[in-house]
């Protein structure tokens, strides 16, 4: 009886940690960017559709996980900027080898999955200059 108990245990044990360590899964970016406007943060893995082209074209079948956080509280309610990020491991490089690919914006976006309504945050002065990020090859 104490065997049976015991071997019970366990396996309570290794159930509840795989399910405790268990990733979220989205089928879409747009899933995680109303979660992350609706509570602040989340994170999953990438699947279907979106998830297979990323991968066709990274070249790489290792999993596409996303963290998407906001970084501003926008005036309009329900609606921030969020800061998203996309990492892929073991991604092919041009010079041969692999490694990770992380790909990252910041973007308006409303729980409704909607950008804000407020044209003004679209708009930039003419004067200004745009700023442009460049990429360092490798």
């Avoid at 019970?8 to 290794?14: K, N, R």
């Avoid at 309610?77 to 041009?94: F, L, S």
């Avoid at 973007?107 to 909607?114: A, F, I, L, R």
Wanted: proline share 6%.
């Amino acid at each position: 009886m104490h065997f049976k108990a015991k071997l019970l245990s366990l396996c309570t044990t290794i159930i509840v940690l795989a399910t405790a360590s268990a990733t979220a899964q989205a089928q879409t970016s747009k899933e995680i960017l109303i979660e992350t406007v609706k509570s602040g943060h989340a994170s999953a893995e990438l699947t279907g559709d979106q998830a297979d082209v990323w991968m066709a074209t990274s070249k790489s079948r290792e999993p596409i996980m996303v963290e998407a956080k906001v970084v501003e509280q926008l005036q309009q309610p329900g609606c921030a900027r969020v800061a998203i990020q996309y990492t892929q491991q073991m991604v092919p490089k041009v010079n041969g080898g692999s490694g990770p690919l992380e790909v990252g914006w910041g973007m308006n976006v409303c729980e409704d999955g909607s950008p804000p309504a407020d044209p003004s945050l679209f708009t930039q002065d003419a004067s200004s200059p745009t700023k442009v990020n460049e990429v360092q090859s490798q």
